[in-house]
């Protein structure tokens, strides 16, 4: 049921659409209104949502490449997302290297932590 309502309201690219607005939205929030310069963010709506992993972690790559935040943390549980959301960060640098810094933001990444 839930995937036919999903398909009934948007189609695939407004889907996407909404998701970096979103996205977008909540980061530019979290470093103006509240001057957060550190946040821990988590693989929003790829669990019980349905959501692609690939499509979210594609837009808080592109937008945390945008937005004036200095220390970004993902708690990700499983090792599948952790992986396409490094992935997807590790394309933005690389897409972002040679062009004109805008931002004297890196990214680095590491492992996934179990219990």
């Given at each position: 049921?839930?995937?036919?309502?999903?398909?009934?309201?948007?189609?695939?690219?407004?889907?996407?659409?909404?998701?970096?607005?979103?996205?977008?939205?909540?980061?530019?929030a979290m470093a103006r209104f509240n001057k957060f310069?550190?946040?821990?963010?988590?693989?929003?709506?790829?669990?019980?949502?349905?959501?692609?992993?690939?499509?979210?972690?594609?837009?808080?790559?592109?937008?945390?490449?945008?937005?004036?935040?200095?220390?970004?943390?993902?708690?990700?549980?499983?090792?599948?997302?952790?992986?396409?959301?490094?992935?997807?960060?590790?394309?933005?640098?690389?897409?972002?290297?040679?062009?004109?810094?805008?931002?004297?933001?890196?990214?680095?990444?590491?492992?996934?932590?179990?219990?």
């Open positions: 049921v839930r995937e036919s309502v999903k398909k009934s309201l948007l189609d695939e690219d407004q889907s996407q659409e909404v998701m970096y607005e979103r996205i977008k939205n909540l980061l530019h310069n550190s946040v821990v963010l988590g693989a929003f709506g790829c669990g019980i949502f349905g959501n692609d992993v690939d499509l979210v972690a594609a837009a808080f790559a592109d937008t945390l490449s945008k937005v004036p935040l200095k220390n970004v943390y993902f708690a990700i549980p499983d090792d599948a997302t952790f992986e396409k959301f490094r992935s997807a960060f590790l394309k933005t640098k690389s897409e972002r290297e040679g062009q004109p810094s805008t931002t004297s933001k890196s990214y680095d990444t590491c492992s996934s932590a179990k219990n």
